[in-house]
């Protein structure tokens, strides 16, 4: 096909998907507006099922974009949040016949040979590919995840959405100015499209968490991938809320592997897993117990300065101390400007709600006696309202997938209703913690990944 063929294929491919996707969003998005505009019940349950519905059959890098929309303080009313994350990522798999076409696209007309077998029906069928079970000739189980084609052309097309939703979202005088959002799902997004990157993203994993057996890393297998597709280990494993009902020292080892998995990364190498999704990991087994998890998604990974962790850190110590220079520090740090004393308090009822299973020095579950379907919306209302009255506060660039992932981990921990000490787990993973140690610790795990030290 001549390229010109192929750039207005994809051109097609875009506004198609502008259509379908702002047709649906578009009268939500109004619904939202009306409610607001003329005093209505925001938080209709009618309203949130419609959202979920429009967003839900769309399926496709929407769907990423809807979740990540859920976990932004006030861009929806709480019962759209609530319905969207929910939304599962499952989308229509591909046929055999169209695997086949693409497995040659990137491996060569040759690929079955190049497989000691390659099953036809995919594992798992997500946003933005789907998974296949396949062999080596060396026996060694694989997993093969596969693109869908003219997935940047739907990336591009939702992005745009969102770009219009949250324009929307900024004439509506909200208390959190969201200016920042779109720019960094945007940027995580375009990164998830390239598999090469992600690979480089588990050899980055591989390396940090060599010493951590609790938390099990797939090898990429590089003859067998390319930009649009990933080849990886297959690890065997059960998924984690099948566990939900085993003892509580069963669930206690899950819950610990987790908080390795989630902070060892962010405390030593200034690196996050910025979708802690209970799908992205399964328990793997020993003598009949799980033992430990698998991780098993690297797409969605975040890269921050060392002194952004610095401002993780002292953001702890200056409320676990009652230090108040060094909680504005931490604020700034993170790139919060023009702080009040009436904003950085408003900000402590968040960071306090966050922080606060690392600031209690006792066994206890995350929620510890809140249910857990109102864990966190006492906290979120009093936001919400005290911003209303002192804001608006910008939200950092880099604050979006923190705030996102470290909710997501308190989830699972929710899940498995884990009691633990993570006062003692936080304090041993930021053991002996400097900025200086942390920024030559990434320089060298991101040289041996061969990734660039600038993420943005």
Same mark, same amino acid.
């Given at each position: 096909?001549?390229?010109?063929?192929?750039?207005?294929?994809?051109?097609?491919?875009?506004?198609?998907?502008?259509?379908?996707?702002?047709?649906?969003?578009?009268?939500?998005?109004?619904?939202?507006?009306?409610?607001?505009?003329?005093?209505?019940?925001?938080?209709?349950?009618?309203?949130?099922?419609?959202?979920?519905?429009?967003?839900?059959?769309?399926?496709?890098?929407?769907?990423?974009?809807?979740?990540?929309?859920?976990?932004?303080?006030?861009?929806?009313?709480?019962?759209?949040?609530?319905?969207?994350?929910?939304?599962?990522?499952?989308?229509?798999?591909?046929?055999?016949?169209?695997?086949?076409?693409?497995?040659?696209?990137?491996?060569?007309?040759?690929?079955?040979?190049?497989?000691?077998?390659?099953?036809?029906?995919?594992?798992?069928?997500?946003?933005?590919?789907?998974?296949?079970?396949?062999?080596?000739?060396?026996?060694?189980?694989?997993?093969?995840?596969?693109?869908?084609?003219?997935?940047?052309?739907?990336?591009?097309?939702?992005?745009?959405?969102?770009?219009?939703?949250?324009?929307?979202?900024?004439?509506?005088?909200?208390?959190?100015?969201?200016?920042?959002?779109?720019?960094?799902?945007?940027?995580?997004?375009?990164?998830?499209?390239?598999?090469?990157?992600?690979?480089?993203?588990?050899?980055?994993?591989?390396?940090?968490?060599?010493?951590?057996?609790?938390?099990?890393?797939?090898?990429?297998?590089?003859?067998?991938?390319?930009?649009?597709?990933?080849?990886?280990?297959?690890?065997?494993?059960?998924?984690?809320?099948?566990?939900?009902?085993?003892?509580?020292?069963?669930?206690?080892?899950?819950?610990?592997?987790?908080?390795?998995?989630?902070?060892?990364?962010?405390?030593?190498?200034?690196?996050?897993?910025?979708?802690?999704?209970?799908?992205?990991?399964?328990?793997?087994?020993?003598?009949?117990?799980?033992?430990?998890?698998?991780?098993?998604?690297?797409?969605?990974?975040?890269?921050?300065?060392?002194?952004?962790?610095?401002?993780?850190?002292?953001?702890?110590?200056?409320?676990?101390? !009652?230090?108040? @220079?060094?909680?504005? +520090?931490?604020?700034?740090?993170?790139? $919060?400007? &023009? =702080?009040?004393? /009436?904003?950085? #308090?408003?900000?402590?009822?968040?960071?306090?709600?966050?922080?606060?299973?690392?600031?209690?020095?006792?066994?206890?579950?995350?929620?510890?006696?809140?249910?857990?379907?109102?864990?966190?919306?006492?906290?979120?209302?009093?936001?919400?309202?005290?911003?209303?009255?002192?804001?608006?506060?910008?939200?950092?660039?880099?604050?979006?997938?923190?705030?996102?992932?470290?909710? !997501?981990?308190? @989830?699972?921990?929710? +899940?498995?209703?884990?009691?633990?000490? $993570?006062? &003692? =787990?936080?304090? /041993?993973?930021? #053991?002996?913690?400097?900025?200086?140690?942390?920024?030559?610790?990434?320089?060298?795990?991101?040289?041996?990944?061969?990734?660039?030290?600038?993420?943005?």
């Amino acid at each position: 096909m001549p390229p010109q063929d192929t750039e207005a294929n994809r051109f097609s491919a875009r506004a198609a998907r502008y259509v379908r996707v702002g047709a649906n969003v578009g009268g939500v998005a109004a619904k939202i507006a009306a409610t607001r505009l003329f005093g209505l019940d925001p938080n209709s349950v009618r309203g949130a099922a419609d959202l979920a519905a429009a967003l839900g059959g769309l399926k496709g890098p929407i769907m990423k974009v809807a979740q990540l929309m859920a976990t932004v303080p006030d861009l929806l009313p709480s019962d759209y949040a609530a319905e969207l994350t929910k939304l599962q990522s499952d989308a229509p798999p591909m046929g055999w016949a169209f695997v086949k076409r693409r497995m040659t696209a990137e491996l060569g007309a040759d690929w079955q040979r190049q497989f000691a077998s390659f099953e036809h029906k995919p594992a798992a069928a997500a946003s933005l590919g789907q998974v296949h079970r396949a062999r080596a000739h060396d026996g060694t189980a694989l997993a093969c995840k596969l693109q869908y084609p003219d997935m940047q052309s739907a990336v591009e097309a939702d992005l745009r959405q969102l770009e219009w939703l949250l324009a929307i979202h900024r004439r509506m005088n909200p208390p959190i100015d969201t200016t920042e959002v779109a720019g960094e799902i945007g940027a995580r997004l375009r990164e998830e499209l390239d598999y090469e990157r992600e690979a480089k993203h588990v050899a980055l994993y591989r390396a940090m968490l060599a010493s951590t057996p609790e938390v099990r890393v797939p090898r990429v297998w590089a003859a067998l991938s390319t930009r649009r597709l990933l080849t990886l280990d297959w690890l065997e494993g059960d998924k984690l809320l099948a566990h939900k009902g085993d003892d509580i020292a069963a669930r206690n080892r899950l819950a610990v592997a987790m908080f390795k998995a989630w902070w060892q990364p962010f405390s030593r190498f200034g690196v996050i897993h910025g979708d802690p999704h209970l799908g992205n990991y399964t328990a793997f087994m020993e003598d009949g117990a799980p033992q430990g998890i698998n991780l098993l998604d690297y797409g969605c990974i975040r890269v921050f300065p060392a002194r952004f962790v610095g401002g993780v850190v002292d953001l702890y110590h200056g409320l676990l101390r !009652g230090d108040d @220079a060094l909680v504005v +520090h931490a604020y700034e740090t993170w790139g $919060f400007r &023009r =702080l009040s004393r /009436e904003l950085v #308090e408003t900000l402590n009822i968040w960071a306090r709600f966050i922080y606060g299973p690392l600031l209690d020095d006792r066994e206890r579950t995350i929620a510890d006696g809140v249910k857990p379907s109102e864990y966190g919306r006492r906290e979120a209302f009093r936001v919400h309202r005290a911003l209303k009255e002192k804001g608006p506060v910008r939200v950092p660039r880099e604050f979006v997938f923190m705030d996102r992932a470290a909710i !997501g981990l308190g @989830a699972v921990f929710l +899940h498995l209703a884990a009691k633990l000490n $993570f006062h &003692r =787990l936080f304090n /041993e993973a930021i #053991e002996k913690f400097s900025v200086d140690r942390v920024a030559a610790r990434q320089r060298a795990a991101l040289e041996a990944a061969q990734l660039s030290a600038k993420e943005g």
